[in-house]
Each structure stands twice: as structure tokens, then as C-alpha cells.
């Protein structure tokens, strides 16, 4: 099921809600008319038909989404489906066809042929073009409108970038494979393109994934049709192109000029081949045999000091995994030409990577600092979601031990029974320990992951699964599939060692805890906190200019309402925490919060930030969850229910 931006934008709303709102409340907040809420709400019905959600409508009442939480959460799931089909006269695909127009037509159209060939008016239109000029100034790329038509008047590069970011906004990964999108191109553009990234990648000798490739096929389709309107590429700086020589790009490069010479009316100059070897590089291509080259020192040590210290932060030892370094250094040394030269490799996965491995996403941008130091670089949130996962992956393989006791009150033989049974059908790696009940009073269960017991006992934790003395098929089936959920819990970081409040205690003060703030935009809130850090003294002058730098690479804010910013921990003197409450819903990037989390950890405290960001998130699995800690009146009460955590 997909829905289109306006049914998302309603659900969105309907799902923050914690009660009855009246059609008023949606139609000011989506700016339309209530005929148009009351249409969107009866479409939307429709497609929650099947969803186990529905929307009550109750006169004098107001408007209210129902349904359990898991079926809310399938309705979060339903926000990160974009609507990327594009039709021929829908607004999407009207605004990239008005932008392909001014950038590829040596004679574009006015807006009276824009409203004749879509059948609106010359209005819409303006709004249009306004829109593409805000897009465009949004990613500092300048425009000149003139009497015939819209120029970019910013460097070559720069404005085949932003065209292809446009393009990327309305549509899916595949975009160089939409039949609506290729009619913006020449046909011959689209076919020596095709085969040229086809025959490329059949024998440079390695695989290159699915994104790269279509990423690369359309920005060789941008590239060629600015060249037909004799658009070429500005001088590249001397030291890359230099390295692109050494890379062995350079003839791969002039082989596809003079292909292209041939087959279309165009001349390259040598910028232009420069580019084309800067597009190689960038989407990960390689001659073939180059991949078994030593890399260039410094981006190998770098790359090893980011696996040592993400090895410090998981308390996990990576520095062993070979694969994970080559693996991080094929991207890596493409990633870092990138972000140099801006061009742009969308991850079509960074909402699920967010949202799934929101431990592992927040702990390789801690650990990526000093590489970006040292290129002069900043990675935006598409690059730091490839490098998380190849994390994962790396640390879903180390073997986990868990820690197991059994405790019985029958007698020895009983234990050494239940022992032996559970023995036979769990991993060599678990161990197991009989404990007698007088024991355990005394016994510290700090490492212990699940207690199996025979009779009751007064704990909380570690979880206890209860059995028979004499244990059935059955109940050895239930212990199985409880270790097992322990091992995937502890690879995703859900583990309740990781949301105990102990930690979360340490650096929590009272006197950093702002309830019912009146603060109306993203600026505001930060301004105030990160000034409040400088002014006692936790963070260096360049905090401020950190963590607002981190927050353009990327919104910190969730779909669930809360907002957790950082910035590099070598602007922080001392770890604390900011738990900020407002009194009304702030946009932040593309949703709403009213819970903010400014996460402040030095260096020095590193080794404790998988267990501290783990406990933050774990405090806020639901949108009901958040509502609740920002429903606290004052000071004390929201740090008690930070302390108690959950509802």
C-alpha cells in the first residue's frame, strides 16, 4: 500500500494525536479546506482498510486514529513508503519536466507553453518554478531567471548535481529505469549510456551494486545532455585529476568520449573527461585488477583507527575481521571523493537503517569524526548509513556467550537432568550454571542473560523462564527460542542490560531538564542549549557550529516525535545530557517534535556511548511513550519518569 504526500501527511498527524481533534486542527495544519480533510480522510479510510487502524469521526468530537500499538507502528511503516510512480500530468513529474526543460533545451518553453501542455495556468506554473529556485538556493546552487527562461548560474558541476537531487526527491532508486524520466533525454543519450555502464561493469573484474550503477547511468544521462547544449564542465582542481590518472580512470574515459563523439554532436574537452573519471570513481568503479592495490596509506590508517574505535565503543573486537577493512576501504576511498567533489550517492534504505540500527547509525557518526577531520569532509547521512552497515554486518558475526543459570530447589539430580536436557539443544557457546536457591540472594546477576528456575523468585531481572521439575518437549522448545531472541536482541542492542537507568542516571542532572518550553523553531532550541553548554562550561566554542553542522547533513529528529542532536565529541569537555520539553510540536526537518535530546559525549567517556545512546532509544519505542515524558509539568517530574522509563 502507498500513499500519496497528502494522505501521508494526514496519517502522520492522525497518529501523533492522543485524542479526539476536530477538522479545524487537520485543515490548518495541511493548509487545505475541511471538504478537502474530510475527502483525504475517506480515501485514507479506504487503504486502512486491512491495516487494523481506523479513523472515528464523532460529531461535536472530533477526528481520532484507533488501533492497537503494533498496528500503529505499522502505520509509522506506512510514512517511509514514498510514492515515487510518477504520472504524466501529475505535479510531480510537471515540476522535473519544467526543470529538465531549462537545463537541457537550447530554446526552453515559456510558461504560457508550460500551461498549455500540462492544461493549467500560468500560476501553477510560477509556483512551480519557484519551488525548483528554492530547491536549488536550499543547496547553494544560485539562479537567474531571464527572458528566456531559468539559468543556474553556478559552476557546471554544481548544477547537474542539484538537477539530479530534484530528480532523486520524485522518484525511486531506479529513476534512470522510469520510462517517464527517459523521455527527458535523448533516446541515443539513453542507449550509449546503457551499454556503456553495461559493458563497464561486465569487465572490471568485481561487482558493483544495483544503486551505484543506476546512480551512475544518470548523471552520464545529465552530463551528455548539457554537452549537447554545449555545457561544459569547469576546471576540476589538479591534485584529483592527478590521482585519477594514477588510478588508471583516465583511458576508460577517453574511450567513452570518443564513443560518444562519434554517435552524437558534441566535443569533450578535457575538464569534461575529467568529470567523466570523477563519476567512475565516485560510484565505486574500478579497472579491473585495481582493487588488489595497497590503498593510499592515510586512508588505511584512518580506516583502522575508525574500526578500533567503534571496537572500543561496541566492546566487540573488530580489528581481526579483514573482510570488514576491505570492505570499508572500497567505500571509503570513492565515499571521500564524493564528498569532495559533491556529487551525491542516495541511500534508498536510510530511513529503514535509521530506524532499525539507530544505535549502530548514532556510534559510526561518533566514529567517522577524525576521518572528516582529516579529509576536510563532511558525510552526509546517506554516506554514514552505508558505512553502518557494514558495522552490523560485522558485528552480527561475532559470537555471542550467554550466560545461563538454573536454579532448583529439588535436589542435585534434578539440576544435573534439567542441565543435561538443555544442554543438548542449545549452541556450544552458551553457558550453563546450576545455582542452589540459598545461593542466589548473594550471587551478583549483573552478567547473567536468563535465569531458569523450578520454583518462584522475588526478581525483575534478568528475565526467568519457569519449568517443571521434570521438563517437557515443550518447555526445552520455549528455553531454545528465548536464547535465541536473546542473541538478536543483543545484536540490535534491545538487551535490558543496555536500558538499565544506572548509566543514564550518571549523567543526568536535574538542572539540565527544560519542561514546557515555548521555543518555535529548530534554531531556537539549539541556540538555547548549545549556549547554555558553553555558559557552564561542558563544551569548547566550536559546539555550537558542530552541532549545527551535524543537524544540516541530516534531521536527528524520529517519526515517533523526538529529537536527539549531537556534535563531535571533541568539542565536548564533559559528558551530560539535555532533556528539553516543549509546549507545542516544532517542525523539525520532516517531522514533528516536541521532545529534544541534546546527547553530549567527550572522548573520554567513548566506551560508555553504545550503552548510554542504546538507553535513550530504548526509553522511546513509541510515540505514546514520548507523550508521556513530555506530558511532565515540572522539573522533578520528568526526571522520574526518565528514571522509571516507559509508560
Known amino acids: ?113 508550460f500551461s498549455e501542455y500540462f ?25 537567474k531567471m531571464t527572458t528566456s527562461g531559468l539559468k543556474l548560474t553556478s559552476v557546471e558541476s554544481a548544477a547537474q548535481n542539484v538537477f539530479k537531487s530534484f530528480l532523486e526527491k520524485y522518484t525511486d532508486a531506479k529513476a534512470s529505469e522510469n520510462l517517464l524520466v527517459n523521455n527527458l533525454f535523448d533516446s541515443k543519450v539513453l542507449d550509449l549510456t546503457k551499454k556503456f555502464v553495461s559493458d563497464m561493469t561486465q569487465t572490471i573484474g568485481h561487482p558493483v551494486n544495483n544503486y551505484s550503477i543506476e546512480s551512475l547511468k544518470l548523471s552520464l544521462r545529465i552530463f551528455l545532455s548539457r554537452l549537447l547544449i554545449d555545457k561544459h564542465i569547469e576546471k576540476q582542481e589538479q591534485l584529483v585529476f592527478d590521482e585519477l590518472r594514477r588510478m588508471k580512470f583516465y583511458m576508460i574515459a577517453v574511450d ?29 568503479i574500478e579497472p579491473f585488477g585495481q582493487m588488489d592495490e595497497p590503498h593510499e596509506s592515510t586512508i588505511t590508517n584512518c580506516t583502522k583507527q575508525i574500526i578500533q574505535k567503534m571496537s572500543h565503543m561496541l566492546n566487540a573486537d573488530l580489528t581481526q575481521d579483514k573482510l570488514l577493512l576491505q570492505t570499508l576501504l572500497a567505500h571509503i576511498v570513492p565515499m571521500i571523493h564524493r564528498s569532495k567533489t559533491g556529487i551525491l550517492l542516495k541511500n534508498p534504505l536510510i530511513k529503514s537503517i535509521k530506524k532499525q540500527y539507530s544505535t549502530m547509525y548514532t556510534l559510526t557518526k561518533y566514529a567517522i569524526g577524525d576521518l572528516e577531520e582529516r579529509f576536510q569532509i563532511l558525510l552526509t547521512e546517506d554516506e554514514v548509513s ?96 528465548k536464547i535465541s531472541n536473546l542473541n538478536e536482541n543483543e545484536k540490535n542492542f534491545y538487551s535490558k542490560k543496555y536500558q538499565k537507568t544506572t548509566l543514564l542516571q550518571k549523567y543526568l542532572d536535574p538542572t539540565f531538564l527544560f519542561v514546557k518550553n515555548k521555543f518555535r523553531t529548530k534554531k531556537d532550541v539549539l541556540d538555547f542549549l548549545a549556549d547554555d553548554y558553553l555558559k557552564k562550561k561542558l563544551v569548547t566554542t566550536k559546539f555550537k557550529h558542530s552541532l549545527f553542522e551535524r543537524e544540516e547533513l541530516g534531521s536527528t529528529g524520529l517519526k515517533t516525535g523526538v529529537a536527539i542532536p549531537h556534535a563531535d565529541p571533541h568539542t565536548v569537555k564533559e559528558t551530560k545530557l539535555a532533556f528539553l520539553t516543549l509546549d507545542a510540536p516544532i517542525t523539525w ?46 522539573q522533578e517530574e520528568l526526571y522520574q519518569r526518565l528514571l522509571r522509563g516507559g509508560n
Open 119 to 143: 492544461y493549467i495556468s500560468n500560476q501553477s506554473i510560477k509556483k512551480d518554478v519557484d519551488e525548483i529556485v528554492a530547491f536549488c538556493r536550499f543547496h547553494q546552487v544560485s539562479t
Open 256 to 284: 567513452f568520449s570518443e564513443m560518444i563523439q562519434q554517435q552524437l554532436p558534441v566535443q569533450f574537452s578535457d575538464t569534461d573527461i575529467q568529470y567523466v573519471c570523477s563519476l567512475l570513481l565516485a560510484h565505486g
Open 386 to 481: 552505508f558505512l553502518t552497515i557494514h558495522f552490523q554486518l560485522a558485528f552480527e558475526k561475532i559470537k555471542i556467550t550467554n550466560h545461563i543459570l538454573i536454579v532448583c530447589q529439588s535436589g542435585f539430580a534434578t539440576s544435573e537432568l534439567i542441565f543435561n536436557r538443555i544442554k543438548q539443544t542449545i549452541a556450544a557457546d552458551t553457558v550453563l550454571e546450576i545455582i542452589p536457591l540459598s545461593k542466589l540472594a548473594s550471587t551478583s546477576l549483573e552478567a547473567v542473560d536468563l535465569i531458569i528456575s523450578t520454583i518462584p523468585l522475588d526478581i525483575t531481572a534478568p528475565p526467568v523462564i519457569y519449568i517443571s521439575p521434570l521438563p517437557t518437549t515443550e518447555e526445552i522448545g520455549r528455553i531454545s527460542a
Open 1 to 113: 500500500m502507498i500513499l500519496n504526500n497528502r494522505e501521508q501527511l494526514l496519517l502522520q498527524l492522525l497518529l501523533e494525536q492522543t485524542e479526539f481533534r476536530p477538522a479545524s486542527f487537520f485543515q490548518k495544519q495541511l493548509n487545505v479546506s475541511q471538504k478537502t480533510v474530510y475527502n483525504n480522510l475517506t480515501t485514507l479510510e479506504k487503504k486502512l482498510k486491512d491495516s487494523g487502524l481506523a479513523i472515528k469521526k464523532v460529531p461535536r468530537k472530533g477526528i481520532f486514529l484507533s488501533g492497537s500499538e503494533s498496528a500503529k507502528q505499522n502505520g509509522y511503516r506506512l510514512l517511509a513508503k514514498k510514492e515515487t510512480k510518477l504520472e504524466l500530468f501529475s505535479p510531480n513529474y510537471r515540476k522535473i519536466f519544467i526543470f529538465a526543460n531549462y537545463l537541457f533545451s537550447v530554446k526552453p518553453m515559456h510558461y504560457q507553453e
Open 589 to 634: 526537518g520532516d517531522t514533528k517534535i516536541q521532545l529534544i535530546v541534546l546527547l553530549a559525549i567527550a572522548e573520554e567517556n567513548m566506551i560508555e556511548a553504545k550503552e548510554l545512546i542504546a538507553s535513550i532509544y530504548g526509553l522511546f519505542n513509541s510515540a505514546e511513550e514520548i507523550q508521556w515524558i513530555v506530558n511532565s509539568q515540572t
